[in-house]
């Protein structure tokens, strides 16, 4: 009995780590081009939430120079494509975008399609559904593709049973409404990206090809 269970064991720890993928295999060609610079492209807005797209706009900034890029600045950038009627992203994700190499220096641009935006009080979550793709500049590759449905939990314990449980319904209510929606976008944000390679200031730039790389698209609740 216990042989069987040892290889039962065995082979499930085989499967796990045969599918396990690594970042170079992933998304290999963010090591052969190596981009430095990164410039944010205007949200693509699928949800009737007409505001998601300014909201989420400035909450990639911070994440991605995280990550160790040059980002360049969204208010900027958010200047040049607006006079340069590139307010709409849905006309360069899959164009040439030799022009904000050429213009910006940039080394590649980051997309995002946020397709769910919903808030509910009484549970105490938002959530966001958003795909990343990150695009060369010089070969118009897509260097990082990932998308993920993140709820930002916002929910307060302010104690238990009778009047403890009201409190706790009202509090959370009070704090979903005052959650801020740039720092709830940040936080999805920083989640789907977890896996992305570091850039040249990150701390394990060029060091990080071995480590595990996330699904695709991936489901999650975050505080």
Known sequence: MKKYVILGLMTLLMSSCAEQVTRLAQYPKMY???PLTIAV?????????????????????APLCEKGYYVYSPMM?????????????????????????????????????????KRNKIGGKLTAGVE?????????ETLYKREGLISVD????????????????????????????????????????????????GTQYDQDQNLPAGKSYVKATVK
């Open 77 to 117: 950038t958010m200047e040049m494509f607006q006079s340069e009627s590139a307010y709409d992203a849905e006309q360069f994700i899959e164009a040439d975008l030799s022009q904000f190499r050429n213009v910006l220096g940039a080394d590649a641009a980051m997309f995002t399609i946020i397709k769910s935006w």
């Open 41 to 61: 492209m205007p949200p693509i807005n699928q949800t009737n939430f007409v505001e998601a797209k300014d909201y989420f706009y400035t909450t990639l900034y």
């Open 154 to 201: 916002t929910s307060v314990k302010a104690g238990s049973g009778g009047f403890g449980a009201l409190a706790s319904l009202v509090a959370t209510a009070i704090n979903t409404a005052a959650t801020d929606k740039v720092v709830a976008g940040r936080r999805c944000t920083v989640f789907v990206l977890s896996d992305m390679p570091e850039g040249k200031y």
């Open 32 to 34: 052969e081009e190596k």
């Open 132 to 140: 990343y793709i990150l695009r060369s500049t010089k070969t118009g």
